[in-house]
């Protein structure tokens, strides 16, 4: 994947976080697979996107704990 085709990917995610969030299940898998491919090519995964992953996880966590 290109670093437009990541650029578009987060202007995307970014902005459906910024408007109607929707599915917040979708959006972390999105931004999960998004990291993964920064980590896979060696690129540096932005401070802000990396703490967004960890509060979702923390969340989904929480919540299947009940």
Do not use: C, K, W
């Not at 910024?18 to 599915?23: A, C, H, R, V």
């Not at 980590?39 to 009940?66: H, I």
Request: charged share 30%; aromatic share 6%; proline share 5%.
């Amino acid at each position: 994947m290109s670093m437009d085709d990541l650029d578009a990917e987060v202007s995307y995610l970014m902005q459906q976080l910024e408007g109607d969030p929707g599915d917040l299940h979708e959006i972390h898998f999105r931004l999960h697979q998004i990291l993964a491919t920064f980590r896979a090519e060696g690129l540096p995964v932005p401070e802000n996107l990396a703490r967004m992953e960890r509060e979702l996880d923390a969340r989904f966590a929480r919540d299947s704990q009940g």
